[in-house]
């Protein structure tokens, strides 16, 4: 059985551009789920004790890499990036495994 992989993605988002911001992640949260995606966590960064992260993260969990590469690579979410690069000051989008 292979182990699943869990997508990290912090946001700062921009404060100018809230609609921006809003249709990124209209937009990629369905395409997420499309993918197979499984929502573990949506939180507010309440505090920084180092570090940049500023605003949001996002936690789920899919049945591979290979899925959210694919995902990320895909002309829909091309689509999205402008929406993304207007909307958030810093995104950080993350592959992660077990250790």
Do not use: C, W
Not at 35 to 59: D, E, Y
Not at 68 to 96: H, K, V, W
Request: aromatic share 6%; proline share 5%.
């Amino acid at each position: 059985m292979n182990a699943k992989t869990t997508l990290v993605v912090t946001a700062t988002p921009n404060p100018n551009e809230m609609e921006s911001a809003q249709n990124y992640l209209q937009g990629v949260l369905p395409l997420l789920m499309k993918a197979g995606g499984q929502l573990v966590k949506r939180l507010k960064v309440s505090k920084v004790i180092h570090g940049n992260p500023n605003g949001m993260v996002l936690v789920m969990d899919f049945d591979s890499d290979d899925v959210i590469t694919e995902l990320f690579e895909s002309d829909e979410y091309a689509a999205l990036i402008p929406m993304r690069d207007q909307g958030f000051t810093e995104m950080n989008i993350l592959l992660t495994n077990e250790m």
